[in-house]
């Protein structure tokens, strides 16, 4: 029922800065729970930041807290992932997923996904 494409993702050096898009698709994006995930190579999908559907709560992995900052824009389906004083253990794969129950910092938990961007952080 939902659809998601990230866009953003790039070669930045150590300090800068990245504006992640996710472009959803479906009748029902508006009620979803979104959520930021990230994978290295060689370790396992771990949690970066999610929002509520209406936008008003964000949750934030402790890694990236002060630096990262989940947005949502339910009338152009589009959530955003704007990260700051990127550092090179940020170095991932970014995914864009979609959850249709309560807010989750789990894989498991999320029924929707995007097909990743990459983000590289030079030193």
């Known amino acids: 029922q939902v659809q998601l494409v990230e866009s953003g993702g790039g070669l930045v050096q150590a300090g800068g800065s990245l504006r992640l898009s996710c472009a959803a698709s479906?009748?029902?994006?508006?009620?979803?729970?979104m959520g930021w995930f990230r994978q290295a190579p060689g370790k396992e999908r771990e949690f970066v930041t999610a929002?509520?559907?209406?936008?008003?709560?964000?949750s934030y992995a402790d890694s990236v807290k002060g630096r990262f900052t989940i947005s949502r824009d339910n009338a152009k389906n589009m959530v955003y992932l704007q990260m700051n004083r990127l550092q090179p253990e940020d170095t991932a794969v970014y995914y864009c997923a979609a959850d249709r129950a309560n807010m989750s910092s789990k894989v498991s938990d999320y029924d929707y996904w995007g097909q990743g961007t990459q983000v590289t952080v030079d030193s």
């Open positions: 929002i509520s559907w209406s936008g008003g709560s964000k």
């Open positions: 479906g009748r029902t994006f508006s009620s979803y729970i």
